[in-house]
């Protein structure tokens, strides 16, 4: 089990930026796939970023790539997501998620399949409002 803290949230303008940090603790040994999701009043969470903790590339949404970057300090157990030039449609609760993956499974199978909408831990979640 990994617990999941995210810190970074705020209020910013349009064109702005962010650093969202979210710190892993417990079983932060197990691999996993990790990422932030987001989700607007009234909509359904969706995927934005992610990567797997056992290596490969990163993964993002069609609609926030060439903005959002997420990175991972592995010595810190943190997960980031640096979001550029921010949009008043960015405005969301932003969620640190986590996906246990078997210390058996090849990093070329877990490749791609990262993003996601649900995770089965969760942050608790911080809000990022944009102003236009």
């Known amino acids: 089990q990994v617990q999941l803290v995210e810190s970074g949230g705020g209020s910013v303008q349009a064109g702005g930026s962010l650093r969202l940090s979210c710190a892993a603790s417990?079983?932060?040994?197990?691999?996993?796939?990790m990422g932030w999701s987001r989700q607007i009043p009234g909509q359904e969470r969706e995927g934005v970023a992610a990567?797997?903790?056992?290596?490969?590339?990163?993964e993002y949404n069609d609609s926030v790539k060439g903005r959002f970057t997420i990175s991972r300090d592995n010595a810190n157990n943190t997960l980031y997501l640096q979001i550029d030039n921010l949009k008043p449609e960015d405005t969301a609760m932003y969620y640190c998620g986590a996906d246990p993956v078997g210390d058996s499974v090849p990093v070329s199978v877990v490749a791609g399949t990262c993003l996601l909408d649900e995770y089965t831990y969760w942050g608790q979640g911080i809000q990022v409002t944009v102003s236009s």
């Open positions: 417990g079983n932060t040994h197990s691999r996993y796939c």
């Open positions: 990567l797997f903790t056992g290596g490969g590339s990163s």
